[in-house]
């Protein structure tokens, strides 16, 4: 006999509770959006709060109802009432839903960071599998200055997250490397790039920490790396020229815009008079006028192209 899946949906939901089926965990989880910010456009936030009014006046005893409604007053903002949905939800379900988990994004969306801390301090004790709360308490603790608990918290979430987010994996680092921990941030961003692929935010992160940390060959590595993917190598030849004026190798940087002048000079007509390819135009152009003239041997060596991978 085959299962006939449906997607779900709030009167799905609702019929799971009348058939005396009890509402999972993971389906509250999922309700909680990922993010910090409002769940819905603000046409798509009216129209369903509006929906969920409406249904919750015909159902005033269907604690889905109020669970959704909850979580969308703490997105917005809104979290009196958002708690006030659900202490709701408690009454008439205790114990099956994630209400602590909702409280605590509602609280952490409105600045109150102690009462979200509170709320996801009880969820974690009854459900430490939940990879969402270890990462809003993590921020909370994060906005109270309690940096070693905040950057655990980060490390659990991480871990525990089934399927990485890229800016969970930049957030994650952010907060490593604002406590020190370089070369942690490093390695996390390293993994993420490694299983999510060569996203720009977060190869962008890496090369700032490699250059921080004055490993300029990897910077230099992975700039190298993009570069050959790129459907466009000419922002990573100017990031290439950047990072080298950044560690005072000007005579290396000098000619790193010179082959990307070079490069652009080489281009058909159609692409040379592009809005971006004159812009790059522009950003060599000023670079080559304020660096230091090229040395004699550096002269020689900017005419060998093969020489500027080295």
Sequence with gaps: MRTKIVPFTAAAGLTWLRSGRRVLLVLG???????AGPAFGHG????????????????????LLYFELG???GEHGDWELALQDLERVDALAPGKFVTDLARGNACLVAGKFTQAKEALDRQLVSHPEIARAWLLRARAERQLGQDEASLADFREALKRTPSLDPDIVQEVADALAAQGHREEAAQVLAK????????????LRALDLEIAMKNLDAALRRIEEV????????????????????????????????????????????????????NF?????????SLKPLSAAQQVSSSNPASLGK
Aim: charged content about 25%; aromatic content about 4%; hydrophobic content about 40%.
């Design 281 to 289: 135009a522009e950003q060599t152009r000023q670079a080559l006028a």
């Design 44 to 63: 798509g936030y009216h129209e369903r709060m509006a929906y969920l009014t409406a249904e919750v006046e015909k159902n005033p005893g269907d604690p």
């Design 192 to 203: 993420g790039i490694d299983k999510l692929g060569k996203i720009p935010s977060l190869v």
């Design 227 to 278: 570069r050959r993917d790129a459907p466009r190598p000419e922002p990573w030849m100017a990031r290439r020229a950047m990072v080298l004026a950044q560690v005072d190798r000007i005579d290396e940087s000098r000619a790193a815009w010179q082959a990307l002048a070079n490069h652009l000079n080489s281009l058909p007509e159609r692409e040379r008079v592009s809005a971006s390819m004159i």
């Design 29 to 35: 989880a999922l309700l909680v959006p990922l993010s």
């Design 71 to 73: 979580n969308l007053h």
